[in-house]
């Protein structure tokens, strides 16, 4: 069990590296700004160091708004607003005080997009709560399948295909007109849902034609989950607390 100051202290912290891939990037991207005390709280509890990307955030910023906040990958933000994204904390429902014994159990949430669709970290035996891929690649719940792909990259390979634009391949067919506008009209805790719901036919068929409210993310995310129990019984598992 590493110390806090063990975490951060690090010769070669990822987070400098980030802002230039940032700089550099056409991809439209928001950085939030971070509270520091929750940010080193949160690196203590997952025991991740300043090294890697995902430590960079969690220790240096509120989040990341990619696509004018169609994705939403967590952070540290500063603030008890309930208007923005929640942190990686609170969506993993990690402890108030560290704990030794924590773990974030199936995977580690580290992003949900508008849709309902959650990426996750996978955790170390995906194969025993009945999840693809491999310990610590990143998983994506898609919610027009109702089922979990694996991406086949780990956390900072994912970042940095996002940042290279990876993400207009990703959501095709699944954008329609307009959809900038929608989704910045969002604040950071909702989602949109759709009628007919995106998995069925007639969305797959013109997704143009469905009709979208703006609802809770974690009413969106129970959406997900009934529906895959409903359909085969097979419950997602944890989606993260929204």
Known sequence: MREDHELINVDDPAWPL???????????????????????????????????????????????????????IFGSPSGAGLEGPPGLAVINAMPTTFDPAWRPGAGLVVAHDVLGGVFVLNGSNPREVGRPGEPGEILYFAPDALGWEALGAGHSAWLSWILSGGLREFYEGLRWDGWGSEVSALNGRQGLSFFPPLWSAEARQDLSATSRRAVPMAELLGLSRDSCLRFDGTDPGFLGVA
């Open 18 to 72: 980030l802002l230039q891939e940032l700089a550099g990037t056409d991809v439209p991207v928001e950085v939030l700004p971070g509270d520091a005390g929750i940010g080193r709280a949160s690196l203590l509890q997952l025991q991740v160091s300043a090294r890697s990307n995902l430590g960079g955030i969690v220790l240096n910023c509120g989040g990341l708004l990619v696509d004018d906040g169609w994705l939403r």
